[in-house]
């Protein structure tokens, strides 16, 4: 007699994580979104449901899954439905929020602006910023030190002002910076329409604001040759039949861009900081391969000698990533690892999670960047274990850029001082919508 089949992986149906009425899990979620996820995969496994801001969304926790989900073959998972979820309206097409061809042919125009030419010219001004708003900070600087976390945002938004739209401090900075505030306060707001008097209508306000603002320059620049500013080479950048975008799309992509560049760079920033701040000995490391770099500024042709940064800037990014999940609408039925998957369904990755896997990291809560050393290599051990800046066709655009201006900011704070935290000084992390401290972090900077 034949044996009778069992049932294959593909009709079980996926693990629910139990909520609570009408909410699910979304205050566990907004409170330890790590935490949930974690303890939903020691009882479940690698895959399962939650549901959290009113929508079930499938977790995703395997390196296989990631692999599948970001490589995405057969053009079945929309980066555009994934996103426009949380970020949609404010930061609508965006390169992220593109998908397949109509992404393809966006972003090899927008390769333009992060070529390395273009990068080694916004890296003049990126060092002269650091260093200026490092020396204001500790200038400035009460008993209890430096809020890192403020000093690193500050400096973000000028780069983002400066360096990327090409204006200097003033009243269009702040028109800029302003907007761009209220912008991300409304992407993480609980009412989602354009309801007077809330953080959504004053975001949706700022976008109308910025774009107009945006608009102008994008035809400035245009008439003018290609400058070094991000927008400029935007602007100038044209598809390969020689097509420039429209001003509205060097706009759409110039306010995305905003966002994905700044709150990324801070959090990188932050947590590196107070990881350094208990470990002396690998400040004087990156102090020690400070000193080789001829004139002091982190440059495109220097950046890469700077190993003992490098190793902890990973390892900041690898304990607290600062996109930690990856949504994706799926487009149509499908497998993926072994789990079954619906058209329409929502799903995430989650490298808050996948960093920190049990089965594949040695101590996944300590903060050792030597597990990045090429003898250890941990994150080898599969290609997607490790994916800070995403993988597949939406990659981060901005990683090389996003270390440059990393570690050019953190030369600025340990070629001249030391930072250290107070006794007992503790940091608790809010993990979404990106990483921040609750409180702000102070650090004594010296
Ligand atoms: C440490 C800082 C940063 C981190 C960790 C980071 C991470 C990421 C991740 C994970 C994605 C993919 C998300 C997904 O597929 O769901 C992404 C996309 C993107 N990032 Fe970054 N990012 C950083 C900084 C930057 C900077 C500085 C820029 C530009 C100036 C930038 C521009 C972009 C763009 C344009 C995309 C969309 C790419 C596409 O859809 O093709 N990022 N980033």
């Not at 979304?26 to 929508?55: I, K, M």
């Not at 079930?56 to 053009?75: F, G, H, W």
């Amino acid at each position: 007699m034949a044996p009778t089949a069992a049932p294959t992986r593909a009709v079980d149906p996926i693990p629910r994580v139990a909520g609570l009425p009408l909410l699910g899990s979304t205050p566990a979620f907004l409170r330890d979104a790590r935490g949930l996820v974690l303890r939903a995969q020691a009882q479940h496994g690698d895959a399962f449901e939650l549901r959290v801001l009113g929508q079930p969304v499938t977790v995703l926790l395997s390196p296989q899954a990631t692999k599948e989900v970001y490589v995405d073959r057969a053009s079945t998972f929309s980066s555009e439905r994934g996103w426009s979820f949380t970020i949609g309206p404010l930061f609508a097409r965006g390169l992220m929020l593109r998908d397949f061809e109509d992404h393809h042919l966006h972003r090899r125009v927008m390769q333009h602006a992060f070529r390395r030419a273009a990068l080694a010219g916004y890296m003049t001004r990126v060092n002269a910023l650091a260093r200026e708003h490092v020396a204001r900070a500790v200038a400035g600087a009460g008993p209890d030190g430096v809020d890192v976390y403020d000093m690193a945002k500050r400096l973000t938004l000028d780069i983002a002002a400066q360096v990327f739209v090409g204006v200097r401090l003033g009243a269009q900075a702040d028109l800029v910076n302003d907007a761009f505030v209220a912008m991300m306060r409304a992407s993480v707001a609980p009412v989602r329409r354009e309801v007077p008097g809330t953080a959504f209508a004053r975001g949706m306000a700022a976008r109308r604001r910025l774009r107009a603002f945006l608009a102008d320059l994008v035809a400035e620049r245009r008439a003018a040759p290609e400058g070094e500013d991000l927008l400029s080479r935007l602007a100038h950048a044209t598809t390969d039949e020689g097509r420039a975008l429209d001003v509205d799309e060097v706009v759409d992509h110039m306010v995305f861009l905003l966002l994905a560049a700044h709150d990324t760079t801070t959090a990188t920033l932050t947590v590196m900081l107070w990881h350094l701040a208990q470990e002396p000995a690998w400040q004087d490391r990156i102090a020690g391969e400070l000193a080789t770099l001829d004139g002091g500024d982190v440059t495109i042709d220097t950046y890469k000698q700077l190993v003992a940064a490098e190793l902890v800037m990973k390892e900041a990014l690898r304990l607290s990533p600062p996109v930690p999940f990856s949504p994706r609408g799926v487009v149509r039925d499908c497998e993926v690892a072994g789990v079954p998957l619906r058209a329409g369904q929502m799903i995430t990755l989650a490298s808050l999670a996948l960093h920190r896997h049990p089965d594949w990291w040695a101590e996944p809560d300590r903060f050792d960047p030597l597990r990045f050393a090429a003898d250890r290599a941990e994150d080898r051990a599969h290609s997607h274990l490790y994916v800070p800046f995403g993988g597949g066709a939406h990659i981060c655009l901005g990683n090389h850029l996003a270390e440059l201006m990393t570690k050019a900011v953190i030369a600025a704070v340990l070629a001249e001082h030391r930072v250290r935290a107070r006794p007992g000084q503790r940091m608790e992390m809010a993990a979404v919508p990106i990483p921040k401290p609750r409180g702000g972090l102070r650090l004594v900077v010296a």
